[in-house]
Nanobody, 118 residues
Framework: QVQLVESGGGLVQAGGSLRLSCAASGIRFSSNAMGWYRQAPGKQRELVAAITSRGSTLYASSVKGRFTISRDNAKNTIYLQINGLKPEDTAVYYC????????????WGQGTQVTVSS
């Protein structure tokens, strides 16, 4: 059974930082690309960051320079370090697991809420 469990969300002031974690089980973690998506109220879910099985990363232009995705294959965990939070970063953040290059994502976590106050 595949499980992706996010943690680390919360309420922070603008300019603050958070580190989100996603612990995975039931997948060949080191062979999978992993991604962080977010969905704000009334908006479509969007990819914010992804990391391939080999460690290549990509970021949405809106978060580049503020968000950093990383993975620890020994712990089957990915992280999203978020600095310089803005109110527009408020959303539910989801972890996803996909093929090695991140061309598709098959498994999703339940999400963790990030709320940024101005």
């Amino acid at each position: 059974q595949v499980q992706l469990v996010e943690s680390g969300g919360g309420l922070v002031q603008a300019g603050g930082s958070l580190r989100l974690s996603c612990a995975a089980s039931g997948i060949r973690f080191s062979s999978n690309a992993m991604g962080w998506y977010r969905q704000a109220p009334g908006k479509q879910r969007e990819l914010v960051a992804a990391i391939t099985s080999r460690g290549s990363t990509l970021y949405a232009s809106s978060v580049k320079g503020r968000f950093t995705i990383s993975r620890d294959n020994a712990k089957n965990t990915i992280y999203l370090q978020i600095n310089g939070l803005k109110p527009e970063d408020t959303a539910v953040y989801y972890c996803a697991s996909g093929d090695s290059l991140g061309r598709r994502y098959d498994y999703w976590g339940q999400g963790t809420q990030v709320t940024v106050s101005s």
